[in-house]
Nanobody, 114 residues
Framework: QVQLVESGGGLVQPGGSLRLSCAAS????????MGWYRQAPGKQRELVAT???????NLVDSVKGRFTISRDNAKNTVYLEMNSLKPEDTADYYC????????WGQGTQVTVSS
């Protein structure tokens, strides 16, 4: 079992940046994959970014070149660096961890608006 605690959301202007953090309650070296989903109002949850235990990453096309997923094994934390934010990035962002089953964080809100 793993607990995930997210932080870093907020209100930012278009073109701005935010960094989301997801801290796990155990060593992330033991977790097959971690990443982020997002859900905008009235839309389905969308997979945004994944990082696997071996270090490979994947990003949805709409954020490639703007978002980066990374991790700090010593801090058991995964990060989502979001640059050049657009209004369409506005959503609740959820961290997940795949460890036998999928565990979820509580979500953090990102609002991109002028």
């Amino acid at each position: 079992q793993v607990q995930l605690v997210e932080s870093g959301g907020g209100l930012v202007q278009p073109g701005g940046s935010l960094r989301l953090s997801c801290a796990a309650s155990l060593s992330i070296l033991n977790i097959n994959a971690m990443g982020w989903y997002r859900q905008a109002p009235g839309k389905q949850r969308e997979l945004v970014a994944t990082i696997w235990s071996g270090g490979a990453t994947n990003l949805v096309d709409s954020v490639k070149g703007r978002f980066t997923i990374s991790r700090d094994n010593a801090k058991n934390t995964v990060y989502l660096e979001m640059n050049s934010l657009k209004p369409e990035d506005t959503a609740d962002y959820y961290c997940y961890a795949a460890l036998g089953r999928v565990y979820w964080g509580q979500g953090t809100q990102v609002t991109v608006s002028s």
